[in-house]
T-cell receptor, first 114, second 113 residues
């Protein structure tokens, strides 16, 4: 089975800290994605990457950056954490072949910024 | 812009009932549709993937259908159990959306013992 692993289930960080959320997948997927999920707002795409060192902004990239130095790893960076970034963060991956394959999600990271 | 709607938003049923969750999408030019399950505080688990050329997919007690031309999908759950209680999300990949998934808001299902 494809596995997408997020390094932390729960994180508590202070306002202004630099925060790294790590995601690793083990099925050689080309695409990787970061979403955040908030009550009433659903899932919103922050950034995605379709290849090493490539990145594309999603719908809400402000306050975030990403890094993809290796194919299997995609990191989300909060340069200076703020309380409005308290959320559930979900990583996902997929093949480039959109017709025949779906997405696989990780188990999520619940981030609280105090 | 693709929009995905799920009805109902919440559903409560007694154990053993067969039930149907509905998903509709506004742009029928899709590559596939995927149903997910999400337990509280957890990530998304893929249940079924239906490619645009397919009409349905089955896995155990779950059956998902797709009517691409009318922009509709249903998830049928047979003989529901308390362990089926979760939020069910449908999502589509559009032909013009790159690799982006567009999600519905989800149906929160409660199966009462």
């Amino acid at each position: 089975d494809v596995k997408v692993t997020q390094s932390s289930r729960y994180l508590v960080k202070r306002t202004g800290e630099k925060v790294f959320l790590e995601c690793v997948q083990d099925m050689d997927h080309e695409n990787m994605f970061w979403y955040r999920q908030d009550p009433g707002l659903g899932l919103r795409l922050i950034y995605f990457s379709y290849d090493v060192k490539m990145k594309e902004k999603g719908d809400i990239p402000e306050g975030y950056s990403v890094s993809r130095e290796k194919k299997e790893r995609f990191s989300l960076i909060l340069e200076s954490a703020s309380t409005n970034q308290t959320s559930m963060y979900l990583c996902a991956s997929s093949y480039l072949d959109r017709k025949n394959y779906g997405y696989t999600f990780g188990s999520g990271t619940r981030l609280t910024v105090v | 812009k693709q929009e995905v709607t799920q009805i109902p938003a919440a559903l409560s049923v007694p154990e053993g009932e067969n039930l149907v969750l509905n998903c509709s999408f506004t742009d029928s030019a899709i590559y596939n549709l995927q149903w997910f399950r999400q337990d509280p505080g957890k990530g998304l688990t893929s249940l079924l993937l239906i490619q645009s050329s397919q009409r349905e997919q089955t896995s155990g007690r779950l059956n998902a259908s797709l009517d691409k031309s009318s922009g509709r999908s249903t998830l049928y759950i047979a003989a529901s159990q308390p362990g089926d209680s979760a939020t069910y999300l449908c999502a589509v990949i559009g032909e013009t959306s790159g690799s982006r998934l567009t999600f519905g808001e989800g149906t929160q299902l409660t199966v009462n013992p």
